[in-house]
């Protein structure tokens, strides 16, 4: 019998009640076995992130509590089809994958990802819509990449009451600390120094 498994790939930087909120309606609606929690090391497009060592440490306190979600380190810096897919597929074998996407990520479909095909082939979406975004204007690219591809971009849209959390708000001090998913986070966050204002500027 196959497993499902949810790969949530990001920064997470950091982790915050947003990202746990939408794994965990994932999980719900497509009756997934696990989401599996992805961190980049180094995330293209982003120049200043929070160590590695830090962010992975936050996601584990932040899922310590739930049986359902985990995390996965890989070797490589970033994701890409050509490397991380392969990696996964050895890691979780005879498994039906899903991956976990904003709406955001949707828009960089058509210019940012290479191998973005044998993606479509080997996986199904499941997309977070983020507050703003237009479901019609997704369904769109979408319907490009099929047409593009001549292959079935399975994917499902998934809407949460966290959609206007983000990462970014939390390190310009401008989100309360209760947006963590567990307190540990905040005394880990404290005592780390992580995340002062002097960091963001």
Known sequence: MKHNIGIYSGTFDPIHVGHIAFAKEVARELTLDTVVFLPEQRPRGKRRVTDIHHRVELIKQAIQNDNQLQILSLPMQQFTVAETLPELQKHF???N????????????????????????????FAVGIRAGDNQDELEAI???LETQYGV??????????????????????????????HPAMFDYIRENQLYTSTQCM
């Open 93 to 95: 074998t005879n498994a």
């Open 142 to 144: 979408f319907t490009q």
């Open 152 to 181: 079935a971009a399975i994917h499902s849209y998934i809407t949460t009451e966290n959609a206007h959390v983000t990462s970014s708000q939390f390190r310009a001090n401008e989100i309360d600390p209760s947006q963590l998913p």
């Open 97 to 124: 994958l899903t991956f976990l996407i904003g709406s955001d990520i949707v828009r960089t479909f058509t210019y940012r990802w290479d191998g973005l095909e044998t993606l479509l082939k080997a996986a199904t």
